[in-house]
């Protein structure tokens, strides 16, 4: 039996295969992000899944590709946690950037971008994976994301810089008392989870002019400060990953033209391909 991960600090999608090459089970748990949560939590939210546990004894291989895994320091505390856990398996931790590439199922270079929860960028030479950029999570950057965009329509409804009729139905289906929003922020555990919730808000209501605006805006500066940095940009295909992503997708071929960008294509669920890829090794 192995068992493939994909791993955002929302939700990760889980895919067991057994020796056949076949699926055993899909399911989600919530999310295995090393650079966020704690060991406790972590180590809750595999074991609490009925399914994994059941099968923990069994697992011979994890192929697990997170997000915040981008430093040896975090794949190591995360790879141990799992070792305690699935005993008998043998452990691979990768950068959720590796999943995109790989899902693309591409040896065409270009640039690989992650709008999810969080974003991040690397270049693909066809190759291998580069990055100029480690991410520094949801406080400083993570542009375009779902918490980047649920931190902006938070401070402008605080600030009074929401349009009147939106921010009356911002207010009916969220709770943005002070106290609420603060609870959530330094209180309780995932807070980007939590932005990002309250971000999709603005998806849901795209066509506004101001949520266009927003939501373009966050846009640029993800290619600014992520895209940009690759001089090879303008040359390659630009291909996204995540459910971000997956519905900003005539913002994205929009705003990539300003910059006379490419789109190349967008993939929701990096999951399916990255178990078939597997698969397909383990029934050989």
């Known amino acids: ?104 199922q591409t040896d065409t270079p270009g640039v690989v971008c992650i709008l999810g929860t969080g974003s991040n960028c690397s270049y693909f030479d066809g190759k291998e994976t580069h990055q100029k950029i480690v991410s520094l999570g949801y406080i400083l950057m993570d542009s375009a994301s779902g918490n980047y965009y649920g931190k902006q329509i938070i401070k402008d409804y605080s600030y009074g810089k929401m349009p ?35 971000g999709r808000f603005l998806i849901e209501n795209k066509n506004n002019d101001y949520a266009q605006k927003i939501l373009k805006d966050g846009l640029r500066f993800f290619i600014e400060n992520q895209i940009l940095q690759f001089d090879e940009s303008k040359n390659v295909p630009i291909y996204f990953v995540g459910s971000i992503a997956h519905f900003l997708h005539d913002e994205i071929v929009e705003v990539l033209d300003e910059y006379g960008l490419t789109l190349g294509k967008i993939v929701r669920h990096p999951i399916l391909t990255l178990a078939e890829s597997h698969a397909s090794k383990l029934s050989k």
Not at 38 to 59: H, N, P
Not at 185 to 198: C, G
């Open 164 to 198: 009147k009729e939106l921010a009356e139905k911002f207010a009916s289906e969220y709770d943005l008392s002070p106290d609420n929003i603060k609870t959530h922020l330094y209180k309780k555990d995932n807070p980007n989870t939590y932005l990002a919730s309250v």
């Open 1 to 104: 039996m192995i068992l493939v991960a994909d791993s955002g600090s929302t939700k990760t999608n889980w895919i067991a295969i057994n020796d056949e090459g076949e699926t055993h089970f899909k399911i989600d748990t919530q999310g295995l992000n090393p650079a966020v949560f704690a060991k406790e939590t972590l180590i809750d939210r595999v074991v609490s899944k009925q399914e994994l546990f059941d099968i923990k004894d069994e697992v011979k291989e994890i192929y697990f590709y997170g997000a915040g895994c981008g430093t040896q320091n975090a794949a190591d505390f995360l790879k141990g946690i799992f070792e305690g856990i699935f005993i008998n398996a043998h452990i691979e931790i990768y950068e959720d950037t590796i999943a995109a590439v790989k899902s693309l």
